[in-house]
């Protein structure tokens, strides 16, 4: 398999180290009177998302290794939740070095969390996740059956808009809204009541208004 060649990639241990020089900041909370509370420690922090509340940020750092064959856009990273004073309430997700190589063998697990986003409150995070693919040894026939019913939009795996409440601990998160269609994304409104869901099966795509409360009727849009 062929791996792209880049101008001016990184050379010498001495690169690398200077890379994170520059990459390395402080996460720092700043008052209207000009109060400046450090959060946690430095690190190569790539991006942030402050949770409405103000007590939880997301932060997105960039880590070690890395590459002489890759730009810095495709070092690993991982994403994670602090609490103000800088720790790790829990990791999202983390993801290696990209060289552009792709195992044939590997296939995308399309039952991780999608599209993390912070709930109109901040008290919680919010994502689309589908339940997990049926085990290869319940029979070729099941899989076959599955996929047939997936090309039709009717697969009979769900997918799941959650809420995960803060402190995110594992297994806490529940669904607010299910649908046999694939979600592809989704918007709350100011208060949180309604949700705007886009969602395709097939080559239709639809958009569509959901009261949790009330989530047996939906408005398409």
């Known amino acids: 398999k062929r791996l792209r060649t880049y101008a001016s990639l990184m050379?010498?241990?001495?690169?690398?180290?200077?890379l994170e020089w520059h990459a390395t900041g402080q996460l720092a909370l700043v008052g209207l009177d000009g109060d400046v509370t450090e959060v946690g420690e430095p690190a190569m922090i790539r991006g942030i998302d402050p949770a409405p509340t103000g007590r939880h940020v997301r932060v997105e750092r960039m880590t070690r290794p890395f590459s002489y064959v890759v730009p810095v856009r495709n070092v690993g990273g991982v994403d994670e939740v602090w609490d103000l004073d800088g720790s790790v309430h829990v990791e999202?997700?983390?993801?290696?070095?990209?060289?552009?190589?792709?195992?044939?063998?590997?296939?995308?697990?399309?039952?991780?969390?999608?599209?993390?986003?912070w709930s109109p409150d901040g008290t919680a995070l919010t994502f689309l996740q589908m339940d997990p693919a049926p085990e290869e040894d319940e029979g070729d026939a099941a899989a076959d059956a599955a996929?047939?019913?997936?090309?039709?939009?009717?697969?009979?795996r769900m997918d799941h808009l959650m809420v995960w409440p803060a402190p995110f601990d594992e297994g806490s998160a529940t669904p607010l809204y299910s649908s046999r269609a694939r979600?592809?994304?989704?918007?709350?409104?100011?208060?949180?009541?309604m949700v705007v869901i886009t969602?395709?099966?097939?080559?239709?795509?639809?958009?569509?208004?959901?009261?949790?409360?009330?989530?047996?009727?939906?408005?398409?849009?």
């Open 11 to 18: 050379e010498t241990p001495y690169h690398e180290d200077l």
């Open 147 to 156: 996929e047939e019913e997936d090309e039709e939009g009717e697969g009979r």
């Open 199 to 221: 969602s395709r099966r097939g080559q239709q795509t639809r958009e569509y208004a959901v009261f949790p409360a009330e989530s047996d009727s939906t408005y398409t849009l």
């Open 183 to 193: 979600m592809q994304s989704y918007a709350f409104s100011e208060d949180g009541e």
């Open 92 to 117: 999202l997700e983390s993801e290696p070095v990209d060289t552009g190589i792709r195992d044939d063998d590997e296939g995308d697990d399309d039952s991780e969390r999608r599209q993390v986003s």
